[in-house]
């Protein structure tokens, strides 16, 4: 691996027991170490968890289709093809999926090219981390007028998710510039503006699915989605289930 590239996870061979130990110990964050024939070779016990199998001897070894569900399986392999191919990280995919108390949670993924000398990509790493704790109230290290400016803009979102939300928009709620609001977006709820944005909608229409028997078009313009199409190929992007998967299942 290339050390000196700053766009991948410093996990050579040289320190990778240290890095291996140090992502063992985190609760809300699922770590991965993954081969070119996209099979685990290194896993934390919070993805151990995820997977519902009860010790790392039972993951590493396997690929995705090996532990999730075929649609899930599906994305995550496709999203590593596409790293393995253009050599370029992902940053802060967004994933809805069910915790382990059953309640929905939404978790952020990061896969990182793993380079050798040449820079020939021999495999990634992949981080995923549960946004409930960046978005826990007090959680960030920031000013009060900053927690207060975010509150308004989540507020702002909720209250016209059926519109056409702009981030020049939100930055004048907030009253900073746009890049100052990507920042402050990141700090305080983990991602970018327009990913937060569709987290609310999709949380919008998860509650509208579970809750109510309101047709599947419905759901999508109260939830803000263009059109029906538009919300079942972004719910299931998500989630890995269609709407209408989802209400079955879960409602």
Not at 58 to 80: P, S
Not at 141 to 146: I, L
Request: hydrophobic share 40%; aromatic share 8%; charged share 25%.
């Amino acid at each position: 691996m290339n050390l000196r590239d700053r766009d991948s996870l410093p996990i050579g061979f040289d320190c990778q027991t240290e890095l291996i130990g140090l992502f063992g110990i985190l609760v809300d964050v699922m770590f991965c170490v993954k081969d070119l024939d996209c099979r685990y070779i290194e896993v934390n016990s919070a993805f151990v968890r995820r997977t519902g199998r009860s010790s790392k001897r039972d993951v590493v070894g396997k690929r995705a289709t090996d532990l999730f569900k075929a649609n899930m399986a599906e994305r995550y392999e496709q999203q590593d093809h596409q790293l393995f191919t253009s050599g370029h990280a992902i940053r802060d995919e967004l994933e809805l999926i069910r915790r382990e108390d059953g309640s929905l949670g939404w978790y952020s993924t990061t896969k990182l090219p793993v380079n050798d000398d040449d820079g020939t990509v021999v495999g990634l790493v992949s981080v995923s981390r549960d946004l409930h704790v960046a978005a826990a109230p007090g959680a960030p290290t920031q000013s009060d007028s900053v927690m207060q400016s975010m509150t308004l803009v989540a507020a702002h979102i909720r209250e016209n998710l059926t519109d056409r939300i702009r981030v020049s928009e939100l930055a004048e709620v907030a009253g900073c510039s746009k890049s100052q609001l990507e920042r402050r977006m990141r700090k305080t709820f983990g991602v970018p503006a327009t990913k937060y944005i569709l987290r609310c909608r999709v949380d919008r229409a998860a509650d509208l699915l579970t809750g109510t028997d309101m047709p599947l078009a419905e759901v999508a313009t109260a939830a803000g989605f263009y059109d029906q199409a538009d919300f079942t190929f972004r719910f299931a992007q998500l989630t890995s289930e269609t709407p209408a998967q989802f209400r079955a299942k879960w409602g």
